[in-house]
């Protein structure tokens, strides 16, 4: 089988076949291998899995360990995302040592990683799978495309979808909402919408993967017209699609759809509105200025406001200079226990109440408060490289700091001035403790200017929300070296160019 047919909508496809064929990885599967069945039965053997795997209700479950009940590595399926390093690493051992290696153990590995955050692992291990002789299916595909979109390799996610069109997999709604989000967190939105306005019949969750995802981009107008679409369709939104309609409300400063769509929620469709939902609302509403409403919507809420909505409160109040509802904020933050240890620590020792924080410290290592590694990721050269703060893990890494602190002299001579306000943003502890100059999307873009043209366009994907500093500090970057930099954070994308972002400064 030659990967010689792009993938429809797929523009860049001919040039990437033909970087395939140079690059030692992604490799190609080798289906004419000896042992492997061949090509028009395998496509046939796969046809039907893919069927009867659609029939599967657990597909629809995202934790699926009853699938994986039988397997060593159920408990990694189980585990939570972001968390288990640890136990990975056990559980490939098992697996290494295991003779015959079957696909539902591929597939507990894969999901594995990529559930935490292991996305180079996830797809090395895919493209292992491959080579293996075995056939991929509709599990191996999405787990591989989630860690393609979550780690933003844009050329390794074209390379999935072309071996699944090659083997003619059947695309499931869920295979059809792994590749719009795909496309959509890599960059390409207008293939995301290219693959959504191909399919006839759509599926709730692929209207909104494809919403949210809009949002993402800060689309904000065509998130309306599309949820037009959606009720003309005739499908029913649920309380995810609202999630993502009023995200886009507050990415887009859309505060008068917001009420609309917050009220349309419940009396027109009988959902409750659920915390994030609130979330959501509140956010638009700090964002525009109009705090007293966001704070009156606060206290009539019918659910415990968790800490992303005094965050977003608090933040507003920062930027509209709102002292005394900050003060009420940091205390609702304060007494209401909700584990954000970091960000409450942060508040503190941003307003010089170092015995305060200090305090949260040692409570938050008294209790071993798990907390999530701040990466970033950046697809270049064919590979998924990955960064930490501080890393020196690179092979790289003496050229890349050289690279960064001549970026620092440069922004520096441009005028920026490390900030270390970061306050309301969910900052990792490691990048709290490192120096700012080393985050990992910083290293993550020196990096990608080592490696690339002037002038080609920058590409970081993030798995936390950006510091105040690393975006100043990108803005800067953009200008000096006339370069487009996009970053997708946690939350969405920023597109910094000629000295500004997409988001306006307030994300
Ligand atoms: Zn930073
Ligand atoms: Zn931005």
């Not at 042992?35 to 659609?54: D, E, G, Q, V």
């Not at 292992?128 to 390799?153: I, K, T, W």
Request: with cysteine.
């Amino acid at each position: 089988g030659a990967l010689s047919v792009p993938p429809p909508g797929c523009p860049e496809a001919p040039a990437l076949s033909r970087h395939l064929r140079r690059s030692p990885h992604p490799r190609r599967p080798r289906l004419s291998r000896p042992h492997a069945a061949k090509p028009s039965h395998l496509r046939k053997a796969y046809t039907f899995r893919a069927r009867s795997l659609a029939c599967f209700p657990f597909l629809l479950v995202p934790n699926f360990a009853s699938r994986d009940a039988l397997s060593p590595f159920h408990w990694i399926s189980v585990s939570r995302p972001d968390a288990q390093g640890g136990q990975l690493d056990k559980a490939y051992q098992i697996f290494k040592r295991m003779p015959v290696k079957d696909l539902v153990s591929w597939n507990s590995m894969i999901a594995g990683a990529a559930r935490s955050s292991h996305l180079k692992d996830a797809m090395n291990l895919f493209s292992r799978l491959v080579n293996s002789g075995l056939v991929p299916d509709g599990f191996s595909f999405s787990s591989v495309l989630s860690a393609c979109a979550r780690a933003g390799a844009r050329c390794y996610g074209m390379w999935v979808h072309q071996l699944m069109d090659e083997l003619g997999v059947e695309k499931n709604h869920l295979l059809i909402s792994a590749l719009v989000d795909m496309y959509a967190k890599c960059g390409r939105i207008d293939v995301s919408v290219e693959i959504f306005n191909n399919i006839k019949r759509l599926h709730l969750s692929t209207w909104n993967t494809m919403i949210s995802n809009l949002a993402g981009h800060g689309l904000g107008s065509d998130v309306v017209m599309l949820f037009h679409r959606m009720e003309l369709s005739g499908v029913v939104p649920d309380g995810v699609t609202f999630v993502a309609l009023l995200t886009a409300c507050s990415h887009c400063g859309m505060v008068e759809e917001a009420r609309q769509y917050f009220e349309t929620m419940s009396t027109k469709y009988s959902i409750t509105p659920k915390v994030e939902h609130y979330g959501a609302m509140v956010d638009t509403l700090s964002r525009a200025g109009l705090l007293d409403e966001a704070y009156n919507l606060v206290r009539s809420m019918a659910v415990k406001p968790d800490a992303v909505i005094w965050r977003a409160l608090l933040s507003a109040c920062r930027r509209y200079h709102q002292t005394k509802l900050g003060d009420v904020t940091i205390e609702q933050i304060a007494c209401q226990g909700s584990g954000d240890y970091t960000l409450l620590s942060n508040i503190y020792s941003s307003i010089n109440r170092w015995d305060d924080s200090e305090e949260v410290w040692k409570e938050m290592k008294k209790k071993k408060v798990r907390k999530i590694k701040g990466l970033s990721w950046v697809e270049l050269g064919g590979s998924t490289h990955e960064f930490k703060a501080g890393d020196r893990s690179h092979p790289d890494s003496d050229d890349i700091y050289r690279v960064l602190h001549g970026l620092l002299k440069k922004a520096k001579a441009e005028g920026y001035t490390p900030s270390t306000e970061l306050v309301t943003k969910d900052v990792s502890q490691e990048e709290r403790e490192e120096n700012l100059s080393f985050h990992s999307e910083k290293l993550a873009v020196a990096y990608s200017v080592l490696k690339t043209g002037p002038g080609t366009e920058i590409l970081v994907s993030k798995n936390l929300q950006a510091c105040g500093d690393c975006h100043e500090w990108m803005k800067i970057i953009s200008k000096a070296l006339c370069r487009v930099i996009i970053m997708r954070d946690r939350v969405r994308f920023h597109r910094f160019e000629s000295g500004c972002c997409s988001c306006k400064d307030y994300w």
